[in-house]
């Protein structure tokens, strides 16, 4: 059994955070690959590490003197919340050198992706240590092309290879590199995608992805009085629910699980005994509602028309889209 486990920034904000998911990976053997997101807001009015870093990097590539002043401070400031987890944990590990690479590369404007990943990259160093699991920088194993897409087959093959040979590791989330060694990033909240891309690459029997939610609800709390949580729901499902705002997992990180059939398990770092949504091809399971989920936009609506014999009918599609102009929609 093998479980690749990704774990959003919430769950890894600080010492305390990164204790839950200690004991969450050590509690399970199967759960072999972990992918680290970069550390969050540990309270609503905090900055996730990943912004300071573009922060950083945008006052590192202006000229003016206040800007080395503002650069200064904020990788103090990431440095610090780094340091505070590593101590938090009782580590003896130092970032020094590493920093000190990042700030020669920043002098060097080596580029905004470089410096946005390198949230998930020490995130991934530290939690390496903890567990005392192996750390593969992605940029070995996560490659985009020259044009910075992502290139799925290129990465399925080497990864594939280099974890056949590793029994359990620490991949950090987000970021691989193109030909030549450039970092790139996916886009905001990507490191769902690299989980992905590890669990197709292993042939994991789930991928679990841990975050500060207990799944999906079948509607959005703000509207809604406690919505009850769906308990599973199918890909085509999830798409709909997704493209209509529902916004826990990122759109690309369906299709690579998708194609190898492995589930996906959305879990909840903060009650880890609550079990999630599952999110599955299909189910023959009786669902628990016939409607699995509601979202909206504000003046959107999707309308879905079936009818028997409707391929037998000429001109059916004319009527129905005539009844759609005839009333303005
Ligand atoms: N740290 C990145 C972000 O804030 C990626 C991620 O968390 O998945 O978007």
Redesign the pocket.
Known sequence: MKIVVKF??SSLASAEQFKKVGKIIKKDEARKYVIP??PGKRTPDDT?V?DLLYSCYGQAILEEDECEENFESLLAAIKKRYEEIISGLGLTLSLDDEFRTIRENFSKKIGRDYAASR??YLNGIIMAAYLGYEFIDAAEVILFDAAGNFDAEKTDKLLSKRLAKTERAVIP??YGSMPGGKIKTFS?????ITGSIVSKAVHADLYENWTDVSGFLIADPRIVRKPKSIDVITYRELRELSYMGATVLHEDAIFPVRKEGIPINIRNTNSPEDKGTLIVEGTCRKPRFVITGIAGKKDFASITVEKAMMNSEVGFCKKLLEVFDGNDI
């Open positions: 959003g920034g997101s970069a996730k990943t949230g998930e989330g987000f905001r909240g990507g490191s769902d």
